[in-house]
């Protein structure tokens, strides 16, 4: 469904062209100090347009709190946070309506739905509402910071590339879409987060991390690497009663727990759908196959973009274990 989390509880709503998207937040400790200058940061590096192949689409994106603050703080109740779409062209959309994108959800929100969804920039499926869990992570991370937590996230490589630049001239030479990896880090978390088997860190992050759009893939540690490794090659060896490891191989996470090294983890990101390249597809009014293109305001490089949301998912899983191992208990 819209939430996720146990104490630390985040529920998503709105769509791309629609009045506005917005986040509530239950589960956050009273006292905090919270207003919109924190929430600039983050806002601005989600946003489209201000690094080479993003969409051009610029919103604000300055929060509005409707709940949950008084005077500066959390209050303890429900925060509710709402983030209005002002710059939309649904034009662009009502022109492409019987043909469904190849790579979007048109085809399958519209056999769910029965046709009742809100197709325009792809409603509440868009990447638009990445805007939401940014909010929630600026939120989250402010609780962590005050543990000593940090995680921080970078692209490490586009369209097959380490040098990020090259990557992106490839998909401006195609005039297509190019994807990329995105690795985030998390320092100063305590051992034993996390539980075995369902709730282990893996899970819980890597539940949260698809629910970014254009995620496909993720690996902890050495991840894929490890199936070509010998098992004395991978094994981390403990050096002290800390629970310091010569190697990080595990990526900071045993059995499912945290155990006490960096966190660390890599997300693979899928070109994006929306290319300007000729492509086929279904055209459900005419029963025919048919040649088109997609027109409209998008990314070349999604990737680029998923950083600080990336960051956001994963300060809320944190926020989340704390909480409940009561790491996280008052601010004060």
């Excluded at 490890?226 to 490891?245: F, I, P, Q, R, S």
């Excluded at 759908?273 to 088109?292: G, H, I, Y």
Aim: net charge negative; charged share 25%; hydrophobic share 40%.
């Amino acid at each position: 469904m819209n939430s996720f989390g146990r104490l630390f509880r985040v529920h998503i709503f709105g769509e791309s062209h629609g009045e506005s998207v917005g986040v509530v937040i239950d589960g956050c400790p009273a006292g905090l100090p919270l207003e919109v200058a924190d929430f600039v940061e983050d806002t601005e590096r989600r946003k489209g347009g201000i690094q080479k192949g993003t969409t051009p689409r610029k919103e604000d994106d300055l929060p509005i709190f409707k709940s949950g603050i008084f005077n500066g703080k959390t209050t303890g109740a429900p925060i509710t946070i709402l983030f209005e779409n002002n710059n939309t062209r649904s034009g662009d959309y009502e022109k492409q309506r019987a043909v469904p994108r190849p790579g979007h959800a048109d085809f399958t929100a519209h056999e769910k739905y029965g046709g009742n969804e809100d197709f325009r920039g792809g409603g509440h499926f868009s990447g638009r509402l990445t805007v939401c869990l940014v909010a929630a992570g600026v939120i989250a991370k402010k609780l962590l910071k005050g543990a000593g937590v940090i995680a921080k996230a970078k692209v490490t490589e586009i369209a097959g590339e380490k040098d990020t630049e090259k990557g992106l001239q490839k998909a401006i030479d195609q005039k297509d879409s190019v994807g990329g990896i995105v690795e985030c880090e998390v320092n100063g978390l305590p051992i034993g987060l996390g539980e075995h088997f369902f709730d282990s860190v893996e899970s819980l992050i890597s539940h949260a991390v698809f629910a970014i759009p254009a995620v496909r893939g993720i690996e902890f540690g050495t991840g894929f690497a490890a199936a070509k490794m010998y098992g004395v090659d991978h094994n981390d060896a403990l050096e002290n009663a800390e629970g310091k490891t010569s190697t990080n191989h595990a990526g900071g996470i045993v059995g499912g727990i945290t155990n006490g090294n960096q966190l660390v983890f890599r997300i693979a990101v899928k070109p994006t759908s929306s290319t300007p390249k000729e492509q086929q597809s279904w055209n459900w009014e005419t029963k025919e196959v048919e040649t088109f293109s997609i027109k409209g305001r998008h990314d070349l490089c999604i990737a680029l973009r998923v950083p600080v949301v990336l960051e956001a998912v994963t300060a809320i899983i944190m926020a989340d274990l704390m909480l409940l191992e009561q790491r996280i208990s008052r601010i004060i």
